[in-house]
């Protein structure tokens, strides 16, 4: 078995058979999750504190109830409440909880980089829920299951990003995963919301909605980031959805079998139409919802594996044993 990480900080530190592992662990988990008793022990004994220094709905209680179904005691920080607010920093914050001795981390924050920083503080395994503009590796991983079942592989695929490519954090860390699955990537965008240097990365550019679903297998759709826009990125709403909302004349300049994913929040009418979204035929957007609790459920289960067996080295070390 692969993974042997201590943290899951980003996509970027992954190998292919790291995501292997984790996706065919997740599957076991969706079936698990099907079930009336949906309970496993696998974390039971460790304590999960959830902390989300950005308001977050789906991928906090996503994260809540995997701890949950496998036996964790889960706690949420209402870090909106605490002592953030009365200016402590981010590293007393988590100083503090790591003298209650958590075992797992889940943080989501503002700032890129704020994850790695806490997690080299810690001595907990710690799980980014989201980082600023950086990554958001359990989205990823979600996507690249929810792909794999829909479509029968993860490899030579033709996968379309589209929208506000620049802001998001989950396309970055789809690009990289994509990547290293070694799929065709399309990102399409206007050119203010396509970020610098993203030709680097090895995939083709539009700015044309029609010509980048041209023959495309997956289409993603992203948010329009609002809350990280500090300026005018697109002329109206209207305008954005005219050339860049996905509808059904844009899809079918993809393949017929194309399907269409959004990780939510979703605004209807501005990147999406909604009458799309909710088509059981071409969207996947509710079994994004449901893998994403069984991907986060694999990720914290192949986590505290890791911890248990860097403590069993490290006690066994400290009476004297050898270490290997
Ligand atoms: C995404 C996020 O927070 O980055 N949403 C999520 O995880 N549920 C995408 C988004 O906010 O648009």
Do not use: W
């Amino acid at each position: 078995m692969s993974f042997r990480a201590r943290h899951l900080l980003g996509i970027e530190h992954l190998s292919p058979s790291d995501i292997t592992t984790i996706l065919d662990l997740a599957d076991k988990y969706v079936d698990l999750n099907r079930r009336t008793v949906k309970q496993s022990d696998v974390l039971a004994g460790l304590t999960q504190i959830n902390m989300f220094f950005e308001n977050s709905t789906r991928t906090q209680a996503s994260f809540e109830l995997a701890g949950k179904r496998l036996g964790a005691d889960v706690m949420n920080m209402a870090v909106g409440a605490s002592s953030v607010k009365k200016g402590e920093t981010l590293i007393d914050t988590a100083l503090t909880l790591n003298a209650m001795h958590p075992d797992l981390l889940v943080v989501r924050h503002p700032s890129s980089g704020a994850v790695n920083l806490l997690a080299d503080k810690v001595n907990c395994a710690v799980l980014n829920a989201g980082d600023g503009r950086h990554e958001h590796p359990t989205q990823a991983l979600l996507d690249a299951l929810t792909i794999r079942r829909a479509k029968g592989r993860i490899q030579r695929l033709t996968v379309a990003i589209c929208g506000d490519i620049a802001h998001s954090r989950v396309a970055r860390s789809n690009l990289i995963l994509l990547n290293k699955m070694e799929n065709r990537i399309r990102l399409i965008a206007p050119p203010t919301l396509m970020p610098a240097g993203v030709g680097d990365f090895g995939c083709e550019l539009f700015d044309d909605m029609r010509a980048g679903l041209e023959g495309a297998d997956v289409v993603m759709m992203l948010r329009l980031q609002r809350e990280r826009m500090d300026g005018g990125f697109i002329p109206s709403e209207r305008e954005y959805y005219h050339r860049f909302g996905l509808d059904a004349e844009k899809l079918s300049h993809a393949k017929p079998d194309a399907i269409v994913m959004h990780p939510g929040p979703m605004n209807r009418g501005v990147e999406i139409d909604g009458d799309l979204a909710d088509d059981i035929n071409r969207s996947v957007i509710q079994e994004q919802v449901e893998m994403g609790v069984a991907v986060r459920m694999a990720c914290m289960d192949l986590l505290a594996r890791n911890l248990r067996t860097e403590r069993g080295a490290k006690a066994l070390a400290a009476a004297g044993g050898v270490m290997v």
